[in-house]
């Protein structure tokens, strides 16, 4: 069964702390993506790679990193320089070709 | 810069009215542009492309680029229609998407 997951599906931090959002797919697609989604805001771009061992900064990328070692896993860390952490994290998967994302069913991030 | 603006937050219908969800947007280039839908308790998932010129549940999205806008349609909403719509552009070779705040579609039986 082809498609992406994102785990945990609750993730919960104190402050201070880094935390790591993982997002694996099956779906043999090339590029591969992180929206931060908060109410009223949509979702905003964090960060994206388009082929293994490249990533670049999407709007928002300050406080997070990631990492595109494999072709199936792009890891977004949560830093503790992430000044407001609290949100739901979306995880995208493309292939490239115009026909749209493949999304996670996304991870809960609640600092306590 | 390139923005996608989705100017209601909210849009209220009763089942079998027409529906109108509104989509501008700003880019310098020729966009690609998506609408995408979520509901409740599951995944985000596309729902349309421009380039595709299709007819999804009854939906349908015409590009005018003289408005610069991508708004979606349907003649009839129906109950099962409620759901979060995001209108998204698309970068020239990169697929990277830029959406909007989105805009939450009930329909009353």
Redesign the interface.
Known sequence: DGGITQSPKYLFRKEGQNVTLSCEQNLNHD?M?W?RQDP??????IY?S?IVNDFQK?DIAEGYSVSREKKESFPLTVTSAQKNPTAFY?C?S?N?A????T????TRLTVV | AQRVT?PE?LLSVFKGAPVELKCNYSYSGSP?L?W?VQYSRQ????LL?H?SRESIKGFTADLNKGETSFHLKKPFAQEEDSAMY?CAL?YPN?????????TRLQVFP
Do not use: M, N, P
């Open positions: 590029a993506y929206y009223g805001q949509g979702l905003r771009l994206y388009q999407g979306l995208a493309s490239r115009g026909k749209g994302y999304f996670g069913s996304g | 989705q937050k690609e998506f995408y995944r985000l998932q596309l492309r380039i995001y698309s990169t697929d990277k998407l830029i959406f909007g705040t989105g």
